[in-house]
């Protein structure tokens, strides 16, 4: 079967990935209320094309943080890819590489960041989550700089694990021939099997749920690195994110597996970017699978969209392969929409190319009876 579209990798990891595993990529939190929202809202999301421009030449360059990337599509951070593909991360950064655009690499990932780095050259960010050992933290993120990552993710929804019943149910565990590679040397690699989820255990364990502002400013005096928050929903955080010093804003809902029924993040989006008043970018992560999608979050006052479970179907179906087809497409429908929208550049995206359910209704005349 030919694929046609991001979303159909995801019927070909279920038939090929364990359950377990597939679970693992695939549940959200509790009743996943927000996992299908972060979907459904895009659905709400109307356009309103011009026409009659010339679009025989369009340009979907970017810069993220004053790297130049070929497109507003990054690659989320995503943990243990080598349960979906035996290459894992190392075919999402040789994917990501060959496309122009930007990865990030998750704490938790399977391959380390230096094995990471050594696939070749590439603009790589690495997400950060907060243990209660700092000198674990220090140490992770002098490793990332030397590595060549050129920015840091910080995941600050995830004081606890949310609650993910899948993972519960299937005693979900990191498979034994894997590592954390990353905290391998730490005796930090390998997650205990569990009576319920092994990664909530592991959370609870070793994740520092002290974790505040403060430490946002404790993390500029460790690096050099520019910090991306990510996890934010409201405009309040957005500006407490600003004034510790934040290079950009992620607006992340963790894919739906934190706390259930808050809002889709596409949602939420406009909040955020009032609120950061363009002092810094900000980004959409969660639910993006169309380039019309992208679009949307554009025409919302988004720099650039992240986008995380494609990734990992697309891996476990086809390896790098696949990976490097999910971008092409998205590539390619972003392209189309933006012709048909008649925009020639990310800039010419503006507001008024899409409606929204909270827009104020446009007064139509009653009909006459």
């Given at each position: 079967?030919?694929?046609?579209?991001?979303?159909?990798?995801?019927?070909?990891?279920?038939?090929?990935?364990?359950?377990?595993?597939?679970?693992?990529?695939?549940?959200?939190?509790?009743?996943?209320?927000?996992?299908?929202?972060?979907?459904n809202?895009?659905?709400?999301?109307?356009?309103?094309?011009?026409?009659?421009?010339?679009?025989?030449?369009?340009?979907?360059?970017?810069?993220?943080?004053?790297?130049?990337?070929?497109?507003?599509?990054?690659?989320?951070?995503?943990?243990?890819?080598?349960?979906?593909?035996?290459?894992?991360?190392?075919?999402?950064?040789?994917?990501?590489?060959?496309?122009?655009?930007?990865?990030?690499?998750?704490s938790?990932?399977?391959?380390?960041?230096?094995?990471?780095?050594?696939?070749?050259?590439?603009?790589?960010?690495?997400q950060?989550?907060?243990?209660k050992?700092?000198?674990?933290?220090?140490?992770?993120?002098?490793?990332?700089?030397?590595?060549?990552?050129?920015?840091?993710?910080?995941?600050?929804?995830?004081p606890?694990?949310?609650?993910?019943?899948?993972?519960?149910?299937?005693?979900?565990t990191?498979?034994?021939?894997?590592?954390?590679?990353?905290?391998?040397?730490?005796?930090?690699?390998?997650?205990?099997?569990?009576?319920?989820?092994?990664?909530?255990s592991?959370?609870?364990?070793?994740?520092?749920?002290?974790?505040?502002?403060?430490?946002v400013?404790?993390?500029?005096?460790?690096?050099?690195?520019?910090?991306?928050?990510?996890?934010?929903?409201?405009?309040?955080?957005?500006?407490?994110a600003v004034?510790?010093?934040?290079?950009?804003?992620?607006?992340?809902?963790?894919?739906?597996?934190?706390?259930?029924?808050?809002?889709?993040?596409?949602?939420?989006?406009?909040?955020?970017?009032?609120?950061?008043?363009?002092?810094?970018?900000?980004?959409?992560?969660?639910?993006?699978?169309?380039?019309?999608?992208?679009?949307?979050?554009?025409?919302?006052?988004?720099?650039?969209?992240?986008?995380?479970?494609?990734?990992?179907?697309?891996?476990?179906?086809?390896?790098?392969?696949?990976?490097?087809?999910?971008?092409?497409?998205?590539?390619?429908?972003?392209?189309?929409?933006m012709?048909?929208?008649?925009?020639?550049?990310?800039?010419?995206?503006?507001?008024?190319?899409?409606?929204t359910?909270?827009?104020?209704?446009?007064?139509?005349?009653?009909?006459?009876?």
């Amino acid at each position: 079967m030919e694929i046609t579209n991001v979303s159909e990798y995801e019927a070909i990891a279920k038939q090929k990935l364990p359950k377990m595993v597939f679970d693992y990529y695939a549940s959200g939190a509790e009743d996943q209320w927000t996992l299908a929202e972060n979907r459904n809202a895009f659905s709400r999301i109307l356009f309103r094309p011009r026409i009659l421009i010339d679009v025989s030449k369009i340009d979907m360059t970017t810069t993220v943080l004053g790297f130049k990337i070929s497109m507003p599509i990054m690659i989320a951070p995503t943990a243990m890819q080598k349960m979906a593909h035996p290459e894992g991360e190392y075919a999402t950064a040789r994917a990501a590489s060959a496309a122009g655009t930007i990865m990030t690499l998750s704490s938790w990932a399977t391959s380390s960041v230096e094995e990471v780095a050594s696939t070749g050259p590439g603009i790589r960010f690495f997400q950060l989550y907060v243990y209660k050992d700092r000198h674990v933290v220090a140490q992770l993120v002098r490793r990332a700089e030397r590595a060549g990552f050129k920015a840091i993710a910080l995941t600050v929804d995830t004081p606890r694990l949310g609650r993910r019943e899948a993972d519960i149910k299937n005693r979900f565990t990191l498979p034994p021939y894997l590592t954390l590679k990353n905290f391998e040397g730490l005796d930090l690699g390998k997650m205990d099997k569990s009576n319920d989820s092994g990664l909530a255990s592991y959370v609870a364990g070793q994740i520092d749920r002290s974790l505040s502002w403060k430490d946002v400013k404790w993390l500029q005096t460790i690096t050099k690195l520019p910090i991306l928050v990510k996890g934010v929903l409201t405009a309040e955080d957005a500006r407490l994110a600003v004034q510790a010093g934040a290079a950009g804003i992620i607006v992340s809902n963790h894919g739906a597996r934190q706390l259930d029924y808050v809002p889709a993040t596409i949602l939420a989006l406009e909040e955020v970017v009032k609120a950061a008043q363009g002092r810094v970018p900000v980004f959409l992560d969660g639910g993006v699978r169309r380039g019309t999608d992208v679009f949307k979050a554009l025409a919302l006052g988004a720099s650039g969209v992240f986008f995380g479970r494609p990734v990992l179907y697309s891996l476990a179906a086809e390896g790098e392969v696949g990976v490097r087809k999910v971008l092409q497409m998205l590539r390619e429908e972003f392209e189309l929409t933006m012709a048909l929208s008649g925009c020639r550049s990310l800039n010419e995206i503006t507001r008024n190319h899409v409606v929204t359910d909270w827009d104020l209704p446009h007064p139509r005349p009653l009909p006459r009876l």
